[in-house]
């Protein structure tokens, strides 16, 4: 058999992202507190990005928007199909050499959050009823170890579906233990909690005090990075104050995180609302929360560039390649920064518009299920852009502050029929309210109702859903009344 060798040619069609694009897709990622950090860095290490201090009131997207139907009237960018992007996170170091308060444990990526935290309980001198409670307490706790259902309804858990009667003051002695276990912050009920368990086991500085004030005092400011306004509340000088705060945004807001997940480790992210939403009666505003400055290119590489491309022979000069190099480097990042803030203000008002019902209304009944594709069908972007948009960002509300993935609903059922699961939950809740507590309804006398209300669910979800809000079957909730 005789062989060969054949050339052959192929064209192949290849979508490669300008530096610019690059920069764009990184900072959709990245929530306020990270993007102040880039903007810091960026203007330290490059000599040709400059601030613009003849700008005395910003007039840039985060100024704030009222929210309108024009909102979504946005095109399409052609490099938001992004495969070849790497993954890129930003990670801040929160902790600070003058923690020294803290013992923190060296995440162990072979055991769960889980195991660590029993573990540490197995080793305290504590009674036997004590530990078993406090391991269920343990077992409740979200991922960023907080407790943020009521020990009430815990104990309940432990009668009706354990048999167990767990009195009161054991419930507590145990959530006290948990409190106390390390990291510390474990066991909160809250964002604001969490920070006070760490600043209250800091030693008592004046500066730690100083801390303690800001957050126990002024905590909605701080959220929202009123900072200028919690030190005049406070009345302290420019330094002092900031040292305090340096104090508070080198805690750990999630302090489960960095305890079985091989991605994490005792570096965290400090979580200040990335949106502010304001209603005045059916008026919402829509503001971006952040503290970027106005940028533009330095005069001087400005200048350099504009003599080079108008003489010949200046391109040949001395240091061309690094002025252009800094240069480039500065127009891409005003430029990538630009976009990412028109981005996001996009998809916060889509967001806005689905669940316009809920903001004016404060109503979780009012939510409706929503997707990232939806997100997507308002706004002309790519799935993959409206997913790096919310990632990891809240949005504070006259009520409070919600991360972004409060408002994606996973769905119940098939087709446009499909219902939020928290719609679900709530109708669940509302026919058991409503039941004869002498006849409680079965769980398929629930789906039954619930498939006459027109929710296509079956028995077994139902069961999972009373679970999940802690009701207990139908022979546990009869009462002789």
């Not at 995440?107 to 406090?134: F, G, H, K, M, W």
């Amino acid at each position: 058999m005789q062989e060969s060798l054949r050339l052959t040619q192929e064209q192949k069609l290849v979508q490669r992202l300008s530096p610019m694009q690059v920069r764009y897709v990184r900072m959709l990622e990245m929530n306020s507190l990270e993007m102040d950090e880039a903007v810091r860095r960026e203007l330290d290490d490059n000599q040709a990005l400059a601030i613009d201090d003849s700008v005395t009131e910003r007039q840039q997207t985060e100024d704030g928007r009222d929210f309108t139907e024009s909102s979504e009237e946005l095109q399409r960018k052609d490099y938001a199909d992004d495969d070849d992007i790497p993954y890129y996170r930003l990670n801040t170091n929160n902790y600070s050499s003058d923690s020294s308060g803290y013992d923190y444990i060296q995440p162990d990526n072979s055991e769960t959050l889980y195991d660590n935290l029993c573990r540490q309980i197995d080793e305290r001198d504590i009674s036997e009823d004590v530990a078993q409670t406090a391991k269920y307490i343990i077992g409740n706790l979200d991922s960023n170890g907080w407790l943020q259902r009521d020990l009430m309804l815990i104990i309940d858990d432990l009668a009706f579906q354990h048999g167990i009667e767990v009195p009161e003051d054991i419930a507590r002695q145990a959530l006290k233990e948990v409190r106390s276990l390390e990291p510390v912050g474990i066991g909160a009920k809250d964002l604001r909690d969490c920070l006070m368990l760490q600043l209250n086991a800091l030693p008592a500085t004046p500066t730690n005090y100083i801390a303690r004030l800001i957050i126990a005092d002024h905590f909605d400011e701080f959220s929202l990075k009123h900072f200028d306004r919690i030190r005049s509340l406070l009345k302290l000088d420019a330094d002092t104050f900031q040292k305090a705060l340096d104090t508070v945004l080198n805690l750990n807001p999630k302090p489960g995180a960095s305890i079985g997940n091989s991605q994490t480790d005792n570096r965290s992210q400090q979580i200040i609302a990335d949106f502010i939403i304001d209603i005045d009666d059916d008026d919402i505003r829509i503001t971006l929360n952040n503290n970027i400055p106005d940028l533009h290119i330095e005069e001087s590489f400005e200048n350099a560039v504009a003599r080079m491309e108008a003489n010949a022979r200046k391109r040949q000069e001395q240091g061309r390649e690094f002025i252009l190099s800094r240069y480039n480097d500065a127009r891409d990042f005003i430029d990538a920064l630009k976009l990412r803030q028109e981005t996001l203000f996009a998809v916060i008002s889509a967001i806005v518009k689905i669940q316009k019902e809920y903001f004016l209304t404060e109503d979780e009944h009012n939510l409706r299920p929503m997707a990232l594709k939806d997100v997507a069908a308002i706004t002309g972007y790519d799935i993959s852009v409206i997913s790096r948009s919310t990632a990891n960002k809240y949005i504070s509300t006259p009520w409070g502050i919600l991360p972004l993935r409060f408002f994606f609903s996973e769905g119940v059922g098939e087709g446009d029929d499909e219902a939020s699961a928290r719609e679900i939950q709530a109708a669940i809740k509302q026919i058991i309210e409503n039941e004869d507590k002498r006849r409680p309804l079965s769980d398929y006398l629930i789906c039954r109702k619930l498939n006459e209300k027109g929710y296509d669910i079956r028995r077994r979800t139902v069961a999972k859903y009373r679970d999940r809000l802690g009701i207990p079957v139908a022979r546990l909730r009869r009462t002789s009344q």
